[in-house]
């Protein structure tokens, strides 16, 4: 069950500023502390700026799930660009296909404690999540 969920469109610089604030809002309302806030605004800057960067733009779901147990926090990024041609690469830290330190997708991994991708020409679809206990 979604209890709530917000999609940002991305096509300008600022987007990445609505976007990771809309994330921090969702996780604030579902009890998730300053860190794990923190964790989850960082997360979804690093995946809205690739998107923006790599494929012009795209889209940002943010949903929250909670339950009498937990709350969790999704984040869902996609985009139409050129796809990542070899993922196992590019979630090595230190690659990089720009001159960026190369740690953005390992970092949102060790963020949020996972993330799967899906890509192909014409379609990447990022997906990362974390869940705090009650």
Known sequence: MC???VEKTIRLQEDII?????????????????????????????LVRNALLHAGGGLCRIAVETTEASATLQV???????????????MQPGHSTTRGLGLGLSAVRSLMGGLSIESRPGRTTVVTSMTRRR
């Open 3 to 5: 209890d709530r969920q």
């Open 76 to 90: 869902t990024v996609s985009d139409d660009g050129p796809g990542i041609p070899d993922i196992a690469l590019a």
């Open 18 to 46: 609505g976007a990771r604030q809309a994330g921090r809002d969702l996780a604030r309302a579902a009890g998730f502390g300053t860190v794990d806030q923190t964790r989850i605004a960082t997360a979804i800057s690093e």
